[in-house]
C-alpha cells in the first residue's frame, strides 16, 4: 500500500526527479516516515522537505529554503490570535523564562479546538502534538498563551531546535498529530502570558 501511495504522490513528476529520488535511499525513508506520522500529501511530495526530514538534526536547511513564501506567510497567520506554549512551572521558576529563542508553540484557536475535541483529556493531546506521556499531564505542567502583540520572531520550526525530538518532527511546521506548530523568541523575562484555564 505504501509503494502505491508513493507512485500516486509522484505521479505528474518527470521521471527523471522521479528517479533522483527513488535512487535516493534516505528520501524515499523520508517520505514513509512523513507518511507514517500523517504529514500532509503537499508536505509528502516536497523533494526540499523529504531532504530536510532525511538530516540529522543541527544540518537541517532553513525552510524558506523548500516552502513558498505564500506557505510559510499562510502558517504563520495561524497564530493571530496569540500562541500557546507548553512548559513547567519549575523550568519558568528556573529560567525566569517562559522559555528559549526558540520556543515551541502551537495557535490559540487550534489549541482551544483540540481542548473541544479530545474534552479536556491532556494525555490525548500530547498524542496530537507529538509530545511525551506525561509532558502536560504532570503536576508541574503549565500551559500559557502569549498573545500576538507580545509575540517576537515566530517562524516555522527548521527541526535545528533543542526542543526537536526527532522520532516525531516532520518539516513544514506541523506536528507528528497534524497541529500547527511555530518557534518564537520566549527568553525575554518580561514577556506577559495568562495561564489556562484561559
Known sequence: D???????????????DLKKIIEKPELVDAWKKMDDLGANEVLRKNPGALDALSKTKGSRPDPSTYLSQKYIDDHLAKFDDGAVRFTTQSKINQYKTLGTKEAFTMPKNEFD????ETGGDFAK?????????????????VIAWIKKKDIADIKIPSGNEGGVIDEFWIPGGKTSGGVSEAVIDLSNKNIPYVTYPF
Do not use: C, H
Open 113 to 116: 479546538n483540540l481542548i473541544s
Open 2 to 16: 505504501g509503494g502505491k501511495k508513493f507512485l500516486e504522490d509522484f505521479k505528474d513528476v518527470v521521471d527523471g
Open 125 to 141: 493531546i500530547e498524542k496530537r502534538l507529538g509530545l511525551n506521556p506525561g509532558d502536560l499531564t504532570g503536576d508541574d505542567a
